[in-house]
């Protein structure tokens, strides 16, 4: 089992900027690869992004491209999400998940563990 616990959301003016966290235990955290994911009310769950085992590669979706960062820090058991120029769309509730695999998968029934979300609010 992996534990994964998100932190790091909270109201935010547009154009402004958060930092989400996702830490884990239970596993060796180096061996799963880590997608972001958020759902928006009244929507679906959709990927935002996702990092490699290593860090060494990433993935977006189009409409965060050039605005979200993700990066790991392995040693903390920590992923994070650095989101930039924060628009009303990016308002949603943010995941973090995790799951075995080489590449990042973008479908959400392929990731195995899951956090309870961190809110994220964008004003206007």
């Known amino acids: 089992q992996v534990q994964l616990v998100e932190s790091g959301g909270g109201l935010v003016q547009a154009g402004g900027s958060l930092k989400l966290s996702c830490v884990a235990s239970?596993?060796?955290?180096?061996?799963?690869?880590m997608g972001w994911f958020r759902q928006a009310p009244g929507k679906e769950r959709e990927f935002v992004a996702g990092i490699t085992r290593g860090g060494t590669t990433t993935r977006y979706a189009d409409s965060v491209k050039g605005r979200f960062t993700s990066s790991r820090d392995n040693a903390k058991n920590t992923v994070y999400l650095q989101m930039n120029s924060l628009q009303r769309e990016d308002t949603a509730v943010y995941y973090c998940?995790?799951?075995?695999?080489?590449?990042?998968?973008?479908?959400?029934?392929?990731?195995?563990?899951w956090g309870q979300g961190t809110q994220v609010t964008v004003s206007s």
């Open positions: 239970g596993r060796t955290f180096s061996n799963y690869v």
């Open positions: 998940a995790a799951v075995q695999s080489r590449t990042v998968p973008l479908g959400q029934s392929f990731y195995d563990y």
